[in-house]
């Protein structure tokens, strides 16, 4: 029994050893960790002294360096700061010793005004959105710093600096201007920037368009304005490319097969390769899918009130843009009708019937490739459909 106590007391004393010692580790490594911490933020404010002449206080909620964080390689202190009303952000690199290395976001505000000047000197009715800059140096992270410049803005060395060691991305749509006519793309690509470049026919289905992006979002969705489109250029791919916006009328409505990357099959390449142009159009000319199909997903009685004869397309590798006149729609509240819509192959094997959407003169539905079919609905009465399977 005697034997059993000792066994029991030096097992209570090794543990006690033992969180005795973690918890000085973790005392001492908090410790080392508010020195480096409390010494990146002065290193901060003495490299906003030596660039801009002013002092400004630094806050940050971690105590530990924003890339040591992630597991990098880096250590990288991130401060958040506020001078004469801005708000701005400090970035410190501490990883080369001595060599100190310092980004701030103070002058960004500035650089993208002038940005965006540079472009309306240009093409006075334009529209500007998805403007992102920052610093080239990756700081081996892979991450460039959003709105973080290491060089002083002069208000007259915005292209030199950027050329240097910046880099960033835009998206312009202009009107009653040329894109052909500029050479705006070769600017920005020796920028360094991905773009994307939309001319619009007139200024007011610009403003339209801008009008209905809203959030201020514009990459990807000129498609749903291309009826209204002139040209389109961008490089989103890595390479210059020229869109041809190929708008097809059937008669009942308009529709444009896009380009897109090919999605190819490896089996049939070798002796038949893929193009962008298979497309086939089809006016149904039958009931929408069966009584099965109806019942199983609850949609006879949205369908059952048909607005548009039921089309549909069989594409092997784009999506398809449905552009149906509003004009053929008179006599029905728009806020009423809806689009259902039913894939039988491709990535959108799946169905649904949404409210419509509208730009300028049409609805507008975008169709993922496959065997896709639609029609326009009359929803008024109705509550907001939910299929079947969702039910369940």
Request: with cysteine; aromatic share 14%.
């Amino acid at each position: 029994m005697k034997a059993r106590k000792i066994v029991i007391a030096v097992g209570i004393s090794a543990m006690a050893a033992f969180f005795s010692y973690k918890t000085y580790n973790e005392v001492k490594n908090k410790a080392e960790a508010k020195k480096l911490h409390d010494a990146a933020a002065a290193q901060a404010q003495e490299y906003l002294q030596s660039k801009y002449g002013f002092d400004a206080p630094m806050s940050d909620e971690s105590e530990y360096p924003l890339r040591q964080k992630w597991l990098l390689e880096e250590s990288v202190y991130e401060f958040s700061s506020e001078y004469d009303g801005r708000k701005f952000t400090v970035w410190v690199n501490t990883s080369d010793g001595d060599n100190i290395r310092c980004k701030d976001s103070y002058q960004f505000d500035d650089i993208c005004a002038e940005f965006k000047d540079m472009i309306e000197a240009e093409f006075p009715k334009s529209y500007i959105s998805d403007l992102w800059l920052g610093d080239n140096d990756e700081w081996k992270t892979g991450n460039s710093l959003y709105g973080g410049f290491s060089d002083y803005y002069d208000g007259t060395n915005l292209v030199e600096m950027i050329k240097k060691n910046g880099k960033g991305s835009i998206s312009v749509c202009v009107a009653e201007s040329s894109l052909e006519d500029s050479d705006i793309d070769q600017r920005l690509s020796e920028l360094n920037f991905t773009y994307s470049l939309t001319a619009f026919d007139t200024a007011e289905h610009l403003d339209e368009f801008q009008e209905f992006l809203g959030s201020g979002e514009s990459n990807l969705k000129y498609e749903y304005a291309v009826p209204y489109i002139t040209e389109h250029i961008d490089n989103l791919s890595g390479e210059k490319k020229k869109l041809a916006i190929d708008l097809k009328d059937c008669g009942a409505f308009k529709y444009a097969y896009l380009p897109v990357e090919i999605r190819g099959f490896p089996e049939s390449e070798e002796t038949s390769p893929p193009t962008k142009m298979d497309l086939g159009l089809f006016n149904m000319g039958f009931v929408w899918g069966g009584s099965d199909y109806n019942s199983a997903y609850d949609e006879r009685e949205y369908i059952d009130t048909p607005v548009s004869d039921p089309w549909g397309f069989e594409t092997r590798y784009g999506d398809v843009m449905v552009y149906y006149p509003l004009e053929k729609l008179k006599g029905h509240n728009i806020d009423d009708l809806g689009f259902a819509w039913r894939s039988y192959g491709g990535f959108a094997n799946d169905r649904n019937i949404e409210k419509l959407t509208t730009f300028g003169d049409y609805a507008v539905l975008r169709l993922e490739f496959g065997d896709t079919r639609f029609m326009i609905v009359d929803m008024s009465g109705k509550d907001e459909y939910i299929p079947g399977w969702m039910k369940k």
